[in-house]
């Protein structure tokens, strides 16, 4: 059983930098591919950056890249979302997820696990 929380989000302007965080409890949390997703108000979850446990390789939205980084820190169970030059469209609530020996994968209904959220608004 792993349990997910996250930390970080907050009220910022365009252009600004967040750094989330999302620590997890349990045992083996190197062996867990973890992701962020996000949620706007009236639209469905989407994917924003994964990386896989294996190699710690990273894949992330089109909508993201080049702006947000995600890593991992498996001594401190850990897992960031540093999200630079942000946009409006960036405003929404932004989930961790975690899936054992996960890859890659990008659908939400593939992750076992689910922190509540951190809400993340960005003002122009």
């Known amino acids: 059983q792993v349990q997910l929380v996250e930390s970080g989000g907050g009220l910022v302007q365009a252009g600004d930098s967040l750094r989330l965080s999302c620590a997890a409890s349990?045992?083996?949390?190197?062996?867990?591919?973890m992701s962020w997703f996000r949620q706007a108000p009236g639209k469905e979850r989407e994917f924003v950056a994964g990386?896989?446990?294996?190699?710690?390789?990273?894949y992330y939205a089109d909508s993201v890249k080049g702006r947000f980084t995600i890593s991992r820190d498996n001594a401190k169970n850990t897992v960031y979302l540093q999200m630079n030059s942000l946009k409006p469209e960036d405003t929404a609530v932004y989930y961790c997820?975690?899936?054992?020996?996960?890859?890659?994968?990008?659908?939400?209904?593939?992750?076992?696990?689910w922190g509540q959220g951190t809400q993340v608004t960005v003002s122009s």
């Open positions: 997820a975690g899936g054992r020996y996960m890859s890659r994968s990008r659908e939400p209904r593939r992750f076992d696990y």
């Open positions: 349990g045992r083996s949390f190197e062996t867990y591919g």
């Open positions: 990386i896989s446990w294996t190699d710690d390789n990273t």
